[in-house]
């Protein structure tokens, strides 16, 4: 029982981190991009685009760590306060809640007696009342309380490594057209390599994946270099 427990925390634990890391990576590899391309069709020299790059960089790995903060904060107290509610509709609401333990045990199908014992079984325990109404009536799952910390830490430190991608021909090379040339080449491979493995974890097709975060990158790099050049021919 102790080995299928410790499974299932290790297996949420490490989805919770693939999906930081989706999540800071993806807008870590595709803000800067856009941001780097734009400028190029704008200024020459690639000193302007690096220091701007790194403003970016840190202002969205802040902004994106603080919304994975606040996001798991706010399932947590979600939680405790649902826990709460229902520790007082036990305490006040007895025979409502005994009646909602049946209704669970009689959609999972088993029949009036066996209903009864689970039943009385379940309710001997406040606690593991409560546990099991969270669980299996509200459908809530006690979230990890270092949960936030560890989202913002992780959000934050994927978009950095992500917003480097596309800067980093820029810290090496003077002109401008060069360096995006180079960072376009190395960019689209990184956001084909992350969209190809995201999908694959998700169950989507990996190729059909890989291209269409490839498209996406792409798509908002070139709409951000027209538009910079558009506006500096006026």
Known sequence: MTDIHLHHEEHLQSSDLLKDIVIGMSDG?????????GLSGAVDSTSVIVIAGVAEIAAGSIAMGLGGYLAGKTEQDHYN???KKEYWEIDHKREVEIEEVRKVFAEWG??????E???????KDRDRWVDFMMRYELGLEKPDPKRARN???NIGVSYILGGLVPLCPYFFISDSIEALEISVIITLICLFVFGYFKSKITGV???SGGLKVMMIGAMAAGAAFGIARLIESF
């Open 29 to 37: 590899l595709t803000v800067p991009f856009a941001l780097a391309a």
């Open 110 to 115: 088993l029949s009036t007696e066996v209903q």
């Open 81 to 83: 306060s649902e826990l």
């Open 205 to 207: 097709p990996p190729l």
């Open 151 to 153: 989202s913002a830490f």
């Open 117 to 123: 014992k689970a039943t009385t079984e379940i309710i």
